[in-house]
């Protein structure tokens, strides 16, 4: 979906207004792109931000040049998030299921990690319809997303517009075999939830062999 | 540790470099502060830049004033990260460990979200001391995350260390009963993985009893 960013970038810095767009600027002044920023960590008027950058030309210069910007305390360059977590699969439903799910994808995760993949699986058990649309829609907000499996019994409505959406923004789903829409919208309906866990990671693996363009659409 | 962001806004606009620049003046021109950017979904010359803001005073206004920003097509809002998936936990460690936490604290966290909270659980399967030792570290560089579990048996050195760093980073650490240095930085230690999972999100849950400044250091 994005590129994989070249470098990431923790400031000490004053936790002011403007403070960003100082930083924003200077970055831009040295022809590098932000791909992410967060904020952690704020406290007694400091504020750790963590920048993800792209086409980063002379690193020693941009980072001399960041420690310049006024209320500045501290830079230093940190892996990025793409190069630790990697690619993520979102699992979102009822709690047993969800647990279900995850444990087939964590493990099969494992596999590919231990050859040097970096996948990622993360979990968030929810109720309700109007819930679940707005967690399914907000995974295409969210950074390195590649896959969502939905685990539950009854999934519709609100929920399979939201699929629509999300598939459109290139997120690969997944859902159990279960009662409601959801099901005519997925990119693969699997029954077993341990299954759905294990194919989905497959499906994104680069070290896997199964080619998600051969059984879109498919029933297990 | 953070505020919760009042706002998130999603800014279809041209992906070049000084875009985030002058998105970010016109938000700081408003009043606003900013505690997340990320960008999603380039493609074609686009691409979908996602910000929340804290201390937002006229909504309206600073959506018209980045609707007029050049190069931007599209702006709309939409619910926050932390109204969504809310407060993080996030486990580290080998596949059957990893899994067996997860099942745990999803179980556990289903029961809260039930009653209105927002828990996520997180997780990478990973394998080796730096690589493990990095991602710990990083924890601390993600947003909403508030606990971390280690599961494996076998963790310490560099990983002890990083332990060190995110704890001084505000963020709890829950360790199973493992070979090796990390169970002696640990908040908790728990020998049951299922039980290591519930605990973590008991102890950052609203909606539960466990006071974590009474067990810490405890092993269970």
């Given at each position: 979906m ?11 810095a ?7 767009a ?5 970055i ?6 932000v ?21 980063v030309?002379d690193?020693?210069t941009?980072v001399?040049?960041i420690?310049a910007?006024?209320?500045?305390r ?15 699969i979102?699992?979102?439903?009822a ?13 099969e ?32 907000r969210?950074?390195?997303?590649e ?5 539950g ?28 829409s ?5 990119d ?15 499906a ?17």
């Amino acid at each position: 979906m994005t590129e994989s960013p070249d470098l990431a970038i923790a400031i000490d810095a004053q936790d002011r207004p403007g403070m960003l767009a100082a930083l924003a600027q200077v970055i831009y002044e040295h022809g590098a792109n932000v791909s992410y920023v967060g904020l952690v960590g704020r406290s007694g008027g400091m504020a750790r931000v963590i920048f993800e950058l792209e086409s980063v030309g002379d690193q020693a210069t941009l980072v001399a040049a960041i420690q310049a910007v006024d209320g500045v305390r501290e830079v230093s360059t940190e892996p990025t998030f793409e190069k630790v977590f990697g690619r993520r699969i979102i699992v979102i439903g009822a709690g047993a299921q969800v647990s279900s799910v995850v444990s087939g994808a964590v493990s099969e995760a494992d596999r590919h990690n231990i050859r040097g993949e970096r996948i990622s699986v993360d979990t968030i058990p929810l109720v309700g319809e109007k819930e679940i649309a707005e967690a399914v829609r907000a995974t295409a907000r969210l950074p390195r997303v590649e896959a969502l499996v939905l685990a539950g019994s009854l999934m519709g409505g609100e929920t399979t517009v939201a699929v629509r959406e999300v598939r459109a923004a290139g997120i690969l789903v997944v859902c159990l075999n279960m009662a409601g829409s959801v099901r005519t919208e997925a990119d693969l309906v699997v029954t077993d939830p341990l299954q759905a866990g294990v194919m989905t990671v497959m499906a994104i693996a680069s070290t896997a062999k199964l080619d998600i363009s051969r059984i879109r659409g498919a029933s297990f």
